[in-house]
């Protein structure tokens, strides 16, 4: 079983609050990824990281952050989360192979 | 043209029954090759990786035609708990997965 925390686990916040959603391993993997899915929709990435100090943006726009200031650590921010935010987020991350191990998801609903 | 293409379901099977999903991807080049399986509000979770060679796991296997670009994932024996969103995913340059749409399978007894 993949060692990936998130938390939390659910989020219901008021629009313009910000808010960070933590994403953790213990797998030592060096590669970090955030997903963003609506209900019966495909994933899209919107970060990654190679590894420490290094982020990227992925394919879909998001108006988030990241960080990777420690290997284990990939938290998310949003400075001033919108209704349009709603959705889960999910974090992965990978070793030296090519699969990636998703954590369980954070279901955020924006009001 | 998206860069992984499923069949797009639902498949509806009887316990017991084989099917099988197939799966297109766009870019030659591609690297690696798996099938996810989603389970409804939940996080998608490795099957199988797909090896050139053609690899089986219990009731499940998995094909690669390199030459037509396309993957395939055969279940045998359907499970009640076989029901679930089956991701076909392609990875071209080893950091992100191209996810397809996933290919929902529902099976009823």
């Known amino acids: 079983e993949a060692d990936i925390y998130q938390t939390p686990r659910y989020l219901v916040i008021g629009t313009g609050k910000k808010i960070t959603l933590e994403c953790s391993q213990t797998?030592?993997?060096?590669?970090m990824y955030w997903y963003q899915q609506d209900p019966g929709m495909e994933l899209h990435l919107i970060h990654y990281?190679?590894?420490?100090?290094?982020?990227e943006k992925g394919d879909l726009s998001s108006e988030s952050t990241v960080s990777r200031i420690r290997t284990e650590h990939f938290p998310l921010t949003l400075e001033s989360a919108r209704p349009s935010h709603t959705s889960q987020y999910l974090c992965?991350?990978?070793?030296?192979?090519?699969?990636?191990?998703f954590g369980p998801g954070t279901r955020l609903t924006v009001l | 043209r998206k860069e992984v293409e499923q069949d797009p379901g639902p498949f509806n099977v009887p316990e017991g029954a084989t099917v099988a999903f197939n799966c297109t991807y766009s870019?030659?080049?591609?690297?690696?090759f798996f099938w996810y399986r989603q389970d409804c509000r939940k996080e998608p979770k490795l099957l199988m990786s797909v090896y050139s060679s053609g690899n089986e796991d219990g009731r499940f296997t998995a094909q690669l035609n390199r030459a037509s670009q396309y993957i395939s994932l055969l279940i045998r024996d359907s499970k009640l708990s076989d029901s679930a969103t089956y991701l076909c995913?392609?990875?071209?340059?080893?950091?992100?997965?191209?996810f397809g749409k996933g290919t929902s399978l529902l099976v009823t007894p």
């Open positions: 995913v392609v990875t071209l340059s080893g950091y992100a997965l191209n």
């Open positions: 990281s190679y590894g420490v100090n290094s982020t």
């Open positions: 992965a991350s990978s070793g030296g192979g090519n699969e990636q191990f």
């Open positions: 797998m030592g993997h060096d590669k």
């Open positions: 870019n030659s080049a591609s690297q690696s």
